[in-house]
């Protein structure tokens, strides 16, 4: 062996920026977690004062940016179990933030939308977010912004096949 980083990973050309590359990876996935929970936490007053969690937030915020969506859509999207959804939605429901309708070719498809009341609940907490999302992106530049959209959604189609 040659020591230094090909003596770690083999004798293979190029491989001392494999560790840099994990180290990369393992920045960009802790930063992706951080991020997350940062763009949440600006809705935890709201939420606090409404009783509700975060899994509701998520809730509206799927139904608002895709009317008539399904719970099927939704468990498929939040990797969530039916019946965390079932207690999230009956919740959202009795309280008058979502209604259900059934789809007009197939009753017993239920169609999820928003009411004026969760419009009005989820429109609060995105605008907290949108700031958090505007600020950065301007930050970042229209090059580093369209390389980051092209990162998630080249993420997002591995996850969309699985």
């Known amino acids: 062996m040659n020591g230094g980083a090909s003596g770690r990973f ?19 996935y802790e930063s992706m977690l951080r991020v997350g929970r940062e763009l949440a936490r600006v809705c935890d007053d709201i939420l606090q004062r409404e009783n509700l969690g975060p ?8 139904i608002a940016t895709h009317p008539g969506m399904t719970m099927t859509r939704i468990l498929q999207v939040l990797h969530i179990t ?3 959804l079932n207690r999230v939605l009956q919740e959202l429901v009795a309280r008058e933030f979502v209604e ?14 928003l ?3 969760g419009r009005l609940l989820e429109a609060a907490m995105f ?7 505007i600020q950065a992106y301007r930050g970042a530049g229209g090059t ?6 092209r990162v998630l959604g080249q993420l997002m189609s591995d996850l969309d096949a699985a």
């Open 127 to 133: 605008d907290l977010q949108r700031e958090r999302l």
């Open 144 to 149: 580093a912004v369209e390389g980051f959209r």
């Open 100 to 113: 259900r309708r059934g789809k007009t070719e197939d009753r017993r498809l239920k169609l999820l939308f």
């Open 55 to 62: 899994a509701h937030q998520r809730v509206l915020f799927l």
């Open 10 to 28: 083999g004798d293979v050309a190029g491989s001392a920026h494999l560790f840099l590359r994990e180290e990369q990876l393992r920045l960009g």
């Open 82 to 84: 039916k019946q965390s």
């Open 115 to 117: 009411t004026e009341k």
